[in-house]
Every structure is written in structure tokens, then in C-alpha cells.
């Protein structure tokens, strides 16, 4: 045997003995990305495309669901459900477009949303070799990438007005969800392999879930950070109205920073952005925003909270995230992409998009921020500190809601009504 050949048993031998959980370079396995931050690692994504150049292939979906799409492993995930979300259906591609499979949850109740926010508006998480997607009300559940189910869990019943949208995220061996909004909230860790619960946290709720105790709308439809700390590490989720630092371990509460309750509301919609010890949460409906450090333990807004902007804030859902020091934060309404100091919340500069509102996330890739909004329109820009600087416009004339998935050489995007894979066109 040639020591070529060893070398190559021993490589693969390595490999395969090591967690499923191994991560490609151009995977995008999680809402915005593997860390949750929206930065991506693929290389040569594409810049300019529209509805008639630079499409691989699209595929027609069921329903206007708002979920990202995700990439691991070369298989796409992403969700939907019928009208009255009886159906919730979590789809299977592969990257050259090939329709694998497709495994459906029945669920025979009649439960509000908004009509801007209709059923199968959650983003799956996946690591290589599972994918867990949760439908709300009509459980959390584990497949295998040939579309077997490991475990499904029902932790409850979750009824809100304005309809669910949080995502799960895999850290090592467990899956964190927070799940809401309504009259029960928590953040609960469950084995990745069992489904067993493992640890779970409530989250106080005044009023009804729905409307506080003045009688003003609350929830939160935010995605937990995991902060890496080895046995430490830690699990930051914007609540109604604090941001919440859980042990991931045990679940126990480390720390709180208040400030979210707004005027009109105590709502959040966005995931926390954060750098080092800083952490900045964005409430919705013109609500608050907060910077603080996470520092300390039990209540840290007297002793960490470094600002908090309550006025002339615009309507936040997609999440910004941090660019050469400063976050880049989209908006719903005026369309505004804004320069915050993450210290000190003030605004460095903010230009109105030429295209719709956002409501999906921001994503970056080699130094381009890629943001597509509700008119299906990708803004592709190199932000710094004086302004937006735009590269390019893509339209694909087709209308949504969500955040696209970079991958090496690709752009996966989703409509209310397709799915498509973008090569792009040569510049």
C-alpha cells in the first residue's frame, strides 16, 4: 500500500469518526448562518442576477409561508403550510434542484395569525445530518436527511393574534427554541438525539400574551444568540420586553437587561446583535432599542446598560448585524437601512432603500451585505461609515418575506410562491 493511499484511509477514517454535526464551509444551517450572525464564509456569491438571467432553477411552493430556506450538507430546508395551517410541511431539496421530499404534520385547530404573517413562518436548523423544524402548536420535530423522523416533542399550545415566527438552533449536542409568543413562553434545550427535554425556562407573562397589563400588544418573535463560553456558554434571547441570558447548560437565568417595554407595546421581532460584551436588541412596532454590556448577574440595567432610544425609532422585524463597527439595521417601515454606534445608539447615517420594506434579515458574504425586500428585490451594497454604497439591484418580480442562504457560487431565495436556487450573471 502506497503512502498516499494510507494517508487518504487515515483522513477518511478521521472524518467519519467525528460528530455528524460537521459543518461545510459553504453551509448556511441555521436563521442567518451557522453563528446566528448573518456572516458567511462561501465563497464567490452571486451580485447580479434577475427573473430572466442567472436563475439555476426555481421550484413553485405551497402557500405564502415567511421561512428562510437553509443550506447543509448540499440538501436546502424550509417550510410551509397550508391556508388555515392545518398542513405544516417541511420541504427537502437538493442543490441541483432535485425535490427529495417533503414530510407533513397534520394539526386540526383553528389558531389566529396575521395575515401578514401566515402559518410555516419558522426557519428549520440542521447540522449535517438531522434537521429539527418546529410548527409552533403542532410540535417540534427531528428528521434524518433522508426524511425519517428520529423524535417529536409538543410542548404546548401557542396562541397569538399575530401568528409564531421564532426559529430553533442547534448548539452541539442539544436544540434550543424559544418558543411564543402567547400566554406561555419559555426557552427550552432538548437532546438533539432523544427529543428529552432538558431544561426549560418561563418567561414571566403580564396581561394575556397577547396585550399587557395596559392593555398595549406584546410578544416576541426573536431567535436566540449562543454565546460560546466552553461549560459557560450562554443563550441570549430578546423577550417582550428584557433580553435574557440563560446558562445553556442548565438553563438557569445569569442575567437581565430591561428597556423593551415600549409606548405602544412590548414587542420584539429581531435577534440580538452581538460583538465582544455588547449586546444591542431592537424592539418592534417603534419600540425601544437597547445597548448594554453583558456583564454581571441577576438584573444588569442599572449597573450594564450603556442606551436606550424610545423615540423616532422606525418598525424593526428582519435583524441587523455588525459591520466594521457598526450595525447595519434594516427596516420595515419607512424602508430605512440604518448605521447605529452599537456604545452609544446613535445614528451614524441612514439612507432610504430604493426598493420595498424589509422584512428579512440582513446576511453578509466577503464584505457584501445581500437584504431582499418584500417586493422581491435583492439589494447588494458595501456599507461603511459614511453610507449604503450600493453595488447592485436584483429583482426577481416575485414578492416575500425572507432572508436569503448563501452557499459557494450560489444564492438560495425564497418567495411567497418559489423557491430559487441564483447562479448569478459575470459582472
Not at 405544516?88 to 389558531?111: I, P
Not at 423577550?239 to 438553563?251: F, K, N, Q
Amino acid at each position: 500500500m502506497n503512502q498516499r493511499y494510507l494517508f487518504l484511509l487515515v483522513v477518511l477514517s478521521a472524518v467519519t469518526s467525528m460528530s455528524p454535526s460537521l459543518l461545510l464551509a459553504e453551509d448556511w444551517p441555521a436563521f442567518r448562518g451557522a453563528n446566528g450572525d448573518g456572516e458567511s464564509n462561501a465563497s464567490n456569491v452571486p451580485v447580479k442576477w434577475s427573473s430572466t438571467e442567472g436563475v439555476d432553477w426555481k421550484h413553485e411552493l405551497p402557500g405564502q409561508s415567511n421561512g428562510s430556506p437553509i443550506i447543509s450538507n448540499h440538501h436546502i430546508f424550509l417550510t410551509s403550510a397550508s391556508t388555515d395551517g392545518h398542513q405544516r410541511t417541511l420541504h427537502c431539496f437538493s442543490l441541483d434542484g432535485d425535490a427529495l421530499w417533503a414530510r407533513s404534520v397534520l394539526f386540526d385547530k383553528d389558531l389566529p395569525t396575521h395575515e401578514t404573517n401566515l402559518y410555516g413562518g419558522t426557519t428549520p436548523v440542521a447540522n449535517g445530518s438531522v434537521v429539527v423544524v418546529w410548527h409552533a402548536s403542532a410540535g417540534l420535530f427531528c428528521y434524518d436527511f433522508s426524511g425519517n423522523e428520529k423524535w417529536h416533542q409538543v410542548p404546548g399550545e401557542f396562541r397569538h393574534m399575530w401568528g409564531y415566527g421564532t426559529s430553533p438552533v442547534i448548539s452541539g449536542d442539544r436544540v434550543i427554541l424559544h418558543s411564543g409568543p402567547g400566554a406561555s413562553v419559555f426557552v427550552a434545550a432538548f437532546d438533539l438525539e432523544s427529543g428529552k427535554q432538558l431544561w426549560r425556562f418561563e418567561e414571566p407573562v403580564s396581561g394575556n400574551g397577547e396585550s399587557n397589563e395596559n392593555g398595549k400588544y406584546m410578544g416576541s418573535w426573536s431567535t436566540p444568540r449562543i454565546i460560546p463560553g466552553g461549560s459557560h456558554s450562554t443563550v441570549v434571547c430578546s423577550m417582550a420586553t428584557r433580553v435574557i441570558g440563560l446558562d445553556e447548560t442548565s438553563g438557569t437565568l445569569r442575567w437581565w437587561c430591561e428597556g423593551l417595554r415600549g409606548e405602544r407595546g412590548d414587542l420584539c421581532y429581531t435577534s440580538p446583535v452581538i460583538s465582544g460584551d455588547i449586546c444591542v436588541a431592537l424592539g418592534g412596532y417603534q419600540g425601544p432599542a437597547i445597548g448594554f454590556r453583558m456583564q454581571g448577574s441577576d438584573n444588569i440595567t442599572d449597573s450594564s446598560r450603556l442606551w436606550r432610544t424610545d423615540q423616532g425609532n422606525p418598525q424593526r422585524i428582519g435583524s441587523g448585524m455588525l459591520v466594521d463597527g457598526l450595525l447595519i439595521a434594516p427596516s420595515a417601515g419607512p424602508n430605512l437601512i440604518q448605521a447605529i454606534d452599537p456604545l452609544t445608539g446613535d445614528i451614524k447615517w441612514q439612507e432610504r432603500s430604493p426598493g420595498g420594506a424589509f422584512w428579512g434579515s440582513l446576511i453578509r458574504s466577503y464584505g457584501r451585505c445581500y437584504l431582499t425586500d418584500q417586493a422581491g428585490e435583492t439589494l447588494v451594497f458595501r456599507p461603511d461609515a459614511t453610507g449604503l454604497n450600493i453595488i447592485a439591484r436584483n429583482s426577481l418580480n416575485d414578492p416575500g418575506n425572507s432572508t436569503p442562504a448563501p452557499t459557494d457560487g450560489k444564492i438560495v431565495i425564497r418567495t411567497f410562491r418559489h423557491l430559487y436556487c441564483i447562479r448569478g450573471v459575470s459582472e
